[in-house]
């Protein structure tokens, strides 16, 4: 995915993440409205969480992202720890290992703690 680091005329600076809008545009997301929309689907649910056990964030300035999943209640975020640019070929590489360790049998607590 993408993030991004939107300022305002004022100097207020929002983290987003983008998404697809359903028409193949883009629809940035600030990550305070992102911690409210997963948190809302936790509402009448037994557990109390989101229905979302798991959520991988990998983007730029995407560490406000990855704690905005875990703010909703999401139990297991994997996420880029950087409120930078990332470089596209870096985050491939990482997902790519990262997904290919769990298919072979790893658990994401194995994965994190490397």
Not at 34 to 59: C, M, N, Q, Y
Request: some cysteine; proline content about 4%; hydrophobic content about 45%.
């Amino acid at each position: 995915g993408h993030g991004t680091s939107l300022v305002e005329p004022g100097g207020a600076r929002h983290e987003c993440l983008a998404f697809e809008n359903g028409e193949g545009g883009t629809h940035a997301v600030r990550v305070e409205r992102l911690t409210a929309l997963v948190g809302a689907g936790a509402e009448g649910r037994k557990t109390g969480r989101p229905p979302l056990d798991f959520a991988f964030v990998s983007a730029c300035h995407s560490a406000a992202g990855g704690e905005a999943f875990v703010a909703a209640g999401v139990p297991h975020v994997v996420a880029v720890k950087r409120d930078a640019a990332l470089q596209d070929r870096a985050a491939c590489i990482f997902a790519e290992a990262f997904y290919h360790a769990l298919a072979v049998g790893r658990t994401v607590r194995q994965e994190s703690a490397e």
